[in-house]
């Protein structure tokens, strides 16, 4: 059976790998880091907000050794960026122009806080 809500938000996201990354673009041609997470919610029937920091609003904390897949995991304080765990250590984010929208660890200098949003 497909994965339904939140988590099939990585799934939704993961075939858009590729695509550049671009400041202030929510897709699907292009994406920044909020744009892709607001994508990937949005096909599962959840709005969230165009911006990073207010995503980390969002839902409830999740420590990071407890996340699964779909939970937005955020970056750097002020949060500035944001990536969508899809499980095994790994998340799908928008980088920048450069790298596009790509799978990579989670382990990312700045890690900050992770959420669950359901």
Do not use: K, W
């Not at 929510?26 to 997470?37: F, H, I, K, Q, V």
Request: charged residues 20%.
């Amino acid at each position: 059976m497909a994965p339904t809500g939140t988590a099939a938000a990585p799934e939704r996201c993961c075939p858009h790998e590729g695509p550049p990354g671009e400041r202030a673009t929510a897709g699907p041609d292009s994406y920044d880091c909020s744009g892709l997470t607001q994508y990937a919610y949005r096909s599962a029937g959840i709005e969230l907000p165009h911006s990073s920091r207010g995503q980390s609003g969002m839902g409830t904390p999740v420590a990071r050794a407890d996340l699964q897949p779909g939970d937005p995991d955020l970056f750097y304080e002020p949060t500035s960026h944001v990536g969508i765990y899809v499980g095994h250590g790994q998340m799908v984010d928008a980088g920048s122009e450069e790298t596009g929208v790509a799978q990579r660890s989670v382990d990312m200098e700045g890690h900050n806080l992770a959420r669950r949003i359901a």
